[in-house]
RNA sequence: GACCCGUUCGUCUAGCGGUCUAGGACUCCGCCCUUUCACGGCGGCAACACGGGUUCAAGUCCCGUACGGGUCGCCA
């Protein structure tokens, strides 16, 4: 049987961690299959879809690396793509519900008049659920007075503007363009058995149907867009690499059953399955997302951290032509998590002057020590004829005996000298990567401040 | 409130009746490596929500309770 799955997002302006995930799912379990994924858009409320808020969406979905087979840029056989645009397709669907009875009007909606029976969701992750929807649906609970009302079951499908209902067309949609398998977020599964008496009353069989748990936050409540996270073009902005967040958002409900916790996209595809897909919801850890980008970070290709790097280098003034920028990257690698931080361990080497943090100064300097250290750091550094990797180590070891002191001593006067302060990269390749004039520049112009 | 779903370390999870004195990972804390910063290595703290069953045997099956989440729109 041939898989096609489908995201279909509503142009809110953001994509959403949580959507993304969505998405990711569906991509994954279609790419696994050999199918395809389709994009819709849910813009059947007209006054929050824009053009430009769907773009944010896509563009987000393109960065993540997800592709899809039909739907918006790409076309496909069973457009358009965009629900403000196939209107006479529900046209037609509605008809069909009429004719065969399933429908009346009420003052002026089209209600779907739902069946008083059992209807039973066989759902892939779930299980069974079943509900009435009459019984269930002739009382509502109002929010405010958190009382319980007489309520009408049928299901409003449109609205007396013409406007088509979520339920109605999702489901048209669903059938229309093929969809073999639906996966949503749990928050679906209540709504499932009014789409599963839609697909009877128009004859038609429904897909399978996987609801996927939630991803909650710290608080264990819904992720807001202004929980930290929560907002994919954020990761881009800070950083992060795409197969990082895939890789992140994947074990949120998902695990491959054994200990394995780093996945490449293509391992994902490879080893994506329903079955893998746990029940219970599950809080949004930012310091693990962290620690699953430092580790996709490590796995990068020179090239690939170069070019991943870029615009980070490019947004702090880095030029990245320097010939000195491939070996300032290795350097980075190991202690940034994001690449944001990147241009913060390396940018003392591409410094015109020194930035010093004050802290670390004022540690360098509280000591009666460092004076003479710097001295003689000054003057080892600068009588050396050989600046090598190899060869510095050992020059500084000399400059520590000439004063009788253990090279430790000198480490951290000469790091706070050279690269302003106690923390950044392995001192001794930045040292060799700025050149032996620059190093005494640098530790004679830190030596008026002592 | 009614209905639906869920409940293993703080968090993500493994576990599909015996191999569980419950495994891995993140975080945190030690130690080692490093005459610097990290990475890394090793170790530690830490969980089967509760109560009843079923069974020779239950984290694993059943039923309750509690707690959490979701749905109850002419939103999607």
New binding site residues.
Partial sequence: MSVRTRF???P?GFLHIGGARTALYNWLYARHHGGEFVLRV????AE?STAESMNVILDGLKWLGMDWDEGPGVGGDHGPYH?SERADIYDRYLAKLEEAGHTYE????I?FKVPDKMIT?K?TV???????LK???S?????ET???VE???D???????G?????F??VVDDIEMGITHVIR???????TP?HLALYEALGVDPPIFA?I??N?N?????MSKRDEGALIHEYQENGFLPDAVNNYMA???????????IFSLKELKERFGL???????????Y??????N??HL?KLSPEALAAASAPFLEKAGIPSDDSRVPAALE?AR????RLIEVPE?IATIFADEVIYDQASVDKVTSKDTSAQAVAALIAGLEAATEWTLDSI?PT??TA??SIEV???????P??VAVMGS?????????LELLGQEEVVKRLKGFAEKL
């Fill in positions: 279909a997002p509503s809110t849910e813009d059947t409320d929050r629900q009420d003052e002026g909606a209600r969701v759902d779930c299980g069974d659920v079943s509900v009435n019984e269930q649906g009382r509502r609970f109002e929010q958190k009382q319980e309520a009408n079951p299901i409003v499908i449109k609205r007396p503007n406007g088509y209902i979520f339920h067309v999702n977020g749990e928050d679906h599964l209540s709504n009014k609801h748990p939630l909650l710290q608080n264990g409540s819904k074990l949120l409900g998902w695990s491959g059953k054994d200990d394995q916790e079955s893998g897909v746990n029940k219970s919801n599950s809080k949004f850890d310091d693990k997302c962290l620690w699953v430092a580790e490590k350097l190991d202690r940034a998590q361990v180590k500084i070891v520590a005996e253990k090279m430790g001593m000198l480490m951290l000469c790091r106690t923390s950044g990269a392995d001192l001794i390749p930045v």
